[in-house]
C-alpha cells in the first residue's frame, strides 16, 4: 500500500504543486495545500476508483487551495481577488521566455475558474473530461469558459507582441 | 494543441478568410507555442520528503478505535468491556473502608503529638511577646507623669528648670 502511495506521488506531486502554486501564489503555502491533499488521497485510497486518482487528487488540491485563499482573504479582499489580479503591463519587444513568463503572469490574472482551467487543460494537458470532473463542471461550460480564458489571453498577448 | 470551443462555419465567423490567416487564430497558435514552453514546474524535495513521509506519519496517529476495529488474532473490541471491568474492580477497591494497622495508629499518634507540642510553643511566645510588648506600654503610661508624653508641656518644663 505505501509502495502505491509513493507510486501517486511521483506521479501527480509535480501536478499538484504547479496546480496550487498558481492558485496561491505562495510557495509554503502551496506545500502545505498539496501535502493536505496527500494526506487525504493517503486515508481515502480504499475508496477512490484507481483510474481517476489523477482527477480526485487535483479536484482535491483545489478544493483546499480555494479554501485557503478563503482563509486568506476573509471579506472584500477574496472578491477583489476573485473579480481581477493585476494584470500584466505591456511588453513591446519582448523576448520568447519573457512572454513565457508574461503568460504565467496573465494565467495568474485570470478568475476562478478560468485560472485553474487554462493551469489543468492548457499547462497540465488533462482532458476535458477530466478538467470538467475536478471543476465540477460539464463539458460544455468546460469548453465555453476555457474558449472565454483564452479569448482574454489572446487579447492581453495582442497587446503585448512585439 | 487547437482550442475547439467555437461553434459556426470559420469562413462565416472571419469574413470569408481562410482560417489559418486570421489573427484570432495565429495568436491561438502563439499561444498553444507559449503553453508548450510552460512545463510543469518539479515540486521541491523537501514537498517530496513530507509527502513520502505520509505514510508512516498517518499509521502512527491512527486513532485508538481504529486500532480496536483493525483486524487481528481476535476481535479487538472485546477489550473494552474488560478494560471497563478492571476499572470498576479498582475503583472499588479504592472506595472500600480500609482498616489501620496498629504501628500506622502510634505513628500518627506520635506525629499529632510532635505537631500539638510546636503549637503550644509557638503559643507560649506569642503570649510572651504580647505579655512583654503591653506590660511595658502599661508600665510606662501608669509609672511617667502623663505630661511627658505630651511634648509641648514637656518642652515648657524643662525651659522653667533652665
Redesign the interface.
Known amino acids: 500500500?505505501?509502495r502505491k502511495?509513493?507510486q501517486w506521488?511521483d506521479d501527480y506531486?509535480?501536478?499538484?504543486?504547479?496546480l496550487a502554486?498558481y492558485l496561491l501564489k505562495d510557495?509554503a503555502e502551496a506545500?502545505d495545500a498539496?501535502?493536505e491533499a496527500?494526506?487525504k488521497l493517503?486515508?481515502n485510497q480504499d475508496r477512490i476508483d484507481p483510474e481517476r486518482i489523477r482527477p480526485w487528487l487535483m479536484k482535491v488540491t483545489r478544493n483546499l487551495c480555494l479554501d485557503r485563499l478563503r482563509r486568506r482573504h476573509p471579506t472584500q479582499e477574496w472578491q477583489e481577488w476573485q473579480q481581477a489580479d493585476e494584470s500584466p503591463g505591456p511588453m513591446q519587444g519582448a523576448e520568447?521566455?519573457q512572454?513565457?513568463e508574461w503568460?504565467?503572469h496573465s494565467i495568474n490574472g485570470l478568475t476562478e475558474p478560468y485560472r485553474s482551467l487554462v493551469v489543468l487543460r492548457?499547462?497540465?494537458?488533462h482532458s476535458y473530461e477530466e478538467v470538467a470532473s475536478v471543476l465540477e463542471l460539464s463539458l460544455p461550460q468546460v469548453?465555453?469558459y476555457?474558449?472565454r480564458a483564452?479569448k482574454q489571453?489572446?487579447e492581453q498577448?495582442?497587446e503585448v507582441?512585439p | 494543441m487547437t482550442h475547439d470551443g467555437r461553434n459556426g462555419r470559420p469562413d462565416e465567423q472571419n469574413g470569408g478568410k481562410p482560417p489559418e490567416t486570421q489573427p484570432e487564430t495565429l495568436l491561438d497558435r502563439e499561444l498553444d507555442a507559449l503553453f508548450a514552453q510552460l512545463d510543469i514546474e518539479r515540486a521541491p524535495p523537501g514537498l517530496t520528503r513530507r509527502l513520502y513521509r505520509i505514510p508512516q506519519d498517518e499509521q502512527g496517529r491512527q486513532s485508538w478505535w481504529q486500532w480496536l476495529l483493525a483486524p487481528g488474532p481476535g476481535p479487538r473490541w472485546v477489550l473494552v468491556p474488560a478494560l471497563a471491568a478492571s476499572l470498576l474492580a479498582l475503583g472499588v477497591v479504592l472506595m472500600l473502608p480500609r482498616q489501620p494497622s496498629q504501628e500506622e495508629i502510634l505513628q500518627a499518634r506520635h506525629d499529632l503529638a510532635v505537631a500539638f507540642s510546636y503549637i503550644d510553643k509557638a503559643g507560649i511566645l506569642t503570649g510572651q511577646e504580647i505579655q512583654s510588648v503591653l506590660g511595658g506600654e502599661l508600665r510606662h503610661t501608669v509609672k511617667d507623669n502623663l505630661s511627658k508624653h505630651i511634648p509641648f508641656t514637656e518642652q515648657s518644663r524643662k525651659e522653667e528648670t533652665t
Not at chain 1, 492548457?122 to 494537458?125: A, G
Open positions: 500500500m505505501s502511495f509513493r506521488v506531486q509535480d501536478q499538484a504543486w504547479t502554486r510557495s506545500q498539496c501535502q496527500f494526506v493517503w486515508k520568447q521566455h512572454l513565457g503568460l504565467k492548457d499547462v497540465h494537458q469548453k465555453v476555457l474558449h483564452r489571453l489572446r498577448l495582442a507582441r
